[in-house]
């Protein structure tokens, strides 16, 4: 069975950073591409960020582009998101997610993870 597990949530100020992780187990990491999404409370899930099964090619959604780096380590089946100068508009739960290839959309993602908070406060 697949699984997500995401960490590293918190609470943080304005300017701040936090670095998410999401491991993978049930599967062999490297065979799926891996999305970032957030959700804030009343709002849609949303896109964040992609990387593909190798690493060698990553995706950000416009308004963290510049502030967001996603990043694997396939030897500890982990995904990676560095977030910095963070805002409060980032405030969101984080959810990491499986897909065969880059998309914005959920519908196109296999598998999820239950989800980290991030709070920034101002």
């Known amino acids: 069975q697949v699984q997500l597990v995401e960490s590293g949530g918190g609470l943080v100020q304005a300017g701040g950073s936090l670095r998410l992780s999401c491991l993978v187990s049930?599967?062999?990491?490297?065979?799926?591409?891996t999305g970032w999404f957030r959700q804030a409370p009343g709002k849609e899930r949303e896109f964040v960020s992609f990387?593909?099964?190798?690493?060698?090619?990553?995706y950000y959604a416009d308004s963290v582009k510049g502030r967001f780096t996603i990043s694997r380590d396939n030897a500890k089946n982990t995904v990676y998101l560095q977030m910095h100068s963070l805002k409060p508009e980032d405030t969101a739960i984080y959810y990491c997610?499986?897909?065969?290839?880059?998309?914005?959309?959920?519908?196109?993602?296999?598998?999820w993870g239950q989800g980290t908070q991030v709070t920034v406060s101002s």
């Open positions: 990387i593909s099964r190798s690493g060698t090619s990553t």
């Open positions: 997610a499986d897909s065969k290839g880059f998309a914005v959309v959920t519908a196109a993602y296999d598998y």
């Open positions: 049930g599967r062999t990491i490297g065979s799926y591409g």
